[in-house]
């Protein structure tokens, strides 16, 4: 049982060092290309649902398969529809893209913080989940708030890059934190 235990919180780690890794990668493609260009902004925007809808495909494989991650499967379908919908609203109404990605960030914090509770009680070590997924909650209320202001200038990708930012940050501290705890148990 520990060796399963033991592949599950490796398998982890290495998603959450992932996650952390790609977040980066993004936020440096958004100051590089994404501020001054806006098909490489509204590239970068598609793209960010579209890898979360991936990397929680990913998790929720290496964790024991969608049936037993429901939160994580549901984040898929979620992730990909909210793909769409940012290409949708880049078309139509540009300053509606800070809405959807304030409801998404809102409703996806929601199933990061129900998966970090969940795999607290069996892997440990997910308080950065958990805090993630109550930041998340927040800055989607916060998009949500500034998208429905009177600024008549569409938001960039810049305008989502700090919200990645503390994405990047969560995943990184979630990694260190399960590195740490599995150096305790060794």
Same mark, same amino acid.
């Given at each position: 049982?520990?060796?399963?235990?033991? /592949?599950?919180? &490796?398998?982890?780690?290495?998603?959450?060092?992932?996650?952390?890794?790609?977040?980066?990668?993004?936020?440096?493609?958004? +100051?590089?290309?994404?501020? &001054?260009?806006?098909?490489?902004?509204?590239?970068?925007?598609?793209?960010?649902?579209?890898?979360?809808?991936?990397?929680?495909?990913?998790?929720?494989?290496?964790? &024991?398969?969608?049936?037993?991650?429901?939160?994580?499967?549901?984040? +898929?379908? /979620?992730?990909?529809?909210?793909? @769409?919908? /940012?290409?949708?609203?880049?078309?139509?109404?540009?300053?509606?893209?800070?809405?959807?990605? !304030?409801?998404?960030?809102?409703?996806? @914090?929601?199933?990061?913080?129900?998966?970090?509770?969940?795999?607290?009680?069996?892997?440990?070590?997910?308080?950065?989940? +958990?805090?993630?997924?109550?930041?998340?909650?927040? =800055?989607? =209320?916060?998009?949500?708030?500034?998208?429905?202001?009177?600024?008549?200038?569409?938001?960039?990708?810049?305008?989502?890059?700090?919200?990645? =930012?503390?994405?990047?940050?969560?995943?990184?501290?979630? !990694?260190?934190?399960?590195?740490?705890?599995?150096?305790?148990?060794?």
């Amino acid at each position: 049982m520990a060796l399963v235990e033991d /592949v599950k919180t &490796g398998a982890l780690k290495r998603y959450y060092f992932l996650r952390a890794a790609v977040s980066v990668a993004w936020i440096a493609a958004v +100051v590089a290309v994404g501020a &001054g260009n806006p098909l490489a902004a509204g590239v970068l925007l598609v793209a960010y649902p579209a890898w979360d809808a991936l990397a929680n495909a990913m998790d929720a494989r290496a964790n &024991g398969g969608f049936k037993a991650n429901p939160p994580q499967t549901f984040n +898929v379908a /979620v992730s990909l529809l909210v793909a @769409g919908a /940012v290409l949708v609203a880049l078309q139509a109404d540009p300053r509606r893209v800070l809405t959807v990605f !304030g409801v998404w960030a809102a409703f996806a @914090g929601l199933l990061q913080l129900v998966a970090g509770v969940r795999r607290w009680r069996s892997v440990g070590a997910q308080w950065p989940m +958990v805090l993630s997924g109550a930041q998340s909650m927040l =800055a989607g =209320a916060f998009m949500i708030a500034a998208s429905l202001g009177a600024n008549p200038h569409p938001p960039t990708a810049v305008a989502v890059a700090p919200y990645a =930012a503390f994405g990047a940050f969560y995943f990184l501290l979630a !990694g260190i934190s399960l590195a740490l705890k599995a150096r305790k148990t060794a």
